[in-house]
Nanobody, 118 residues
Framework: QVQLVESGGALVQPGGSLRLSCTAS????????MSWYRQAPGKEREVVAT????????TYADSVKGRFAISRDNAKNMVYLQMNSLKPEDTAVYYC???????????WGQGTQVTVSS
């Protein structure tokens, strides 16, 4: 069973930075694009960033372009999300996710809370 465990969420002031980590197990991330999603209270879950298998390309939601950076370390089976210039509207639970095409299933971690507030 695919496992994804997020860490690094915290309370941070506006303008601050955080780095989220996602530790994957029971599958090899180098075979798959990896994504970060977030869900704010009362809102639908939305994709924040996706990184290709080779890390050569990444896509971002318009709301985080220029502030967030997704990266991966295939050797460590980990994915990261560097978040800079954080805003109160970035407050959400952040999830690491992978779509396993062989099973047609999207898997999620348990999420990590990011709160941006003064």
């Amino acid at each position: 069973q695919v496992q994804l465990v997020e860490s690094g969420g915290a309370l941070v002031q506006p303008g601050g930075s955080l780095r989220l980590s996602c530790t994957a197990s029971r599958f090899i991330i180098s075979n798959y694009p990896m994504s970060w999603y977030r869900q704010a209270p009362g809102k639908e879950r939305e994709v924040v960033a996706t990184i290709a298998t080779s890390a050569a390309t990444a896509t971002y939601a318009d709301s985080v372009k220029g502030r967030f950076a997704i990266s991966r370390d295939n050797a460590k089976n980990m994915v990261y999300l560097q978040m800079n210039s954080l805003k109160p509207e970035d407050t959400a639970v952040y999830y690491c996710s992978v779509y396993i095409f062989n099973s047609g299933t999207r898997y999620w971690g348990q999420g990590t809370q990011v709160t941006v507030s003064s």
